[in-house]
Nanobody, 122 residues
Framework: QVQVVESGGGLVQAGGPLRLSCAAS????????MGWSRQVSRKEREFAAA????????YNTDSVKGRFTISRDNAKNTVYLQMNSLKPEDTAVYYC???????????????WGQGTQVTVSS
């Protein structure tokens, strides 16, 4: 079992930065690929970024490429999402998730957090 808890959401002006953190429980955190997804109310949750268990491979959806960077610190059991040049359309609830142990890209996520709200004002 893996439990993940997101933090770092909030209100930010367009063009500004924000960093989300995802703290995960469990001694085998380094075995799990991790990802961030986001959801605007009444819309389908969409993939934003993902990172392999080692941190060597990362993936981003086209709409955030060049602006969002995912990283991880396995010693701290934490995944980060650095978001720069934020746009109003980035407003959403951001969810962190852990993939099935050993899974390859595209990852199948099993463990989800409760989400953190990000609001970008114009």
């Amino acid at each position: 079992q893996v439990q993940v808890v997101e933090s770092g959401g909030g209100l930010v002006q367009a063009g500004g930065p924000l960093r989300l953190s995802c703290a995960a429980s469990g001694r085998t955190f380094s075995r799990y690929a991790m990802g961030w997804s986001r959801q605007v109310s009444r819309k389908e949750r969409e993939f934003a970024a993902a990172i392999s268990w080692s941190g060597i491979r990362t993936y981003n959806t086209d709409s955030v490429k060049g602006r969002f960077t995912i990283s991880r610190d396995n010693a701290k059991n934490t995944v980060y999402l650095q978001m720069n040049s934020l746009k109003p359309e980035d407003t959403a609830v951001y969810y962190c998730a852990a993939a099935l142990e050993g899974s390859d890209w595209p990852y199948e996520y099993r463990y989800w957090g409760q989400g953190t709200q990000v609001t970008v004002s114009s």
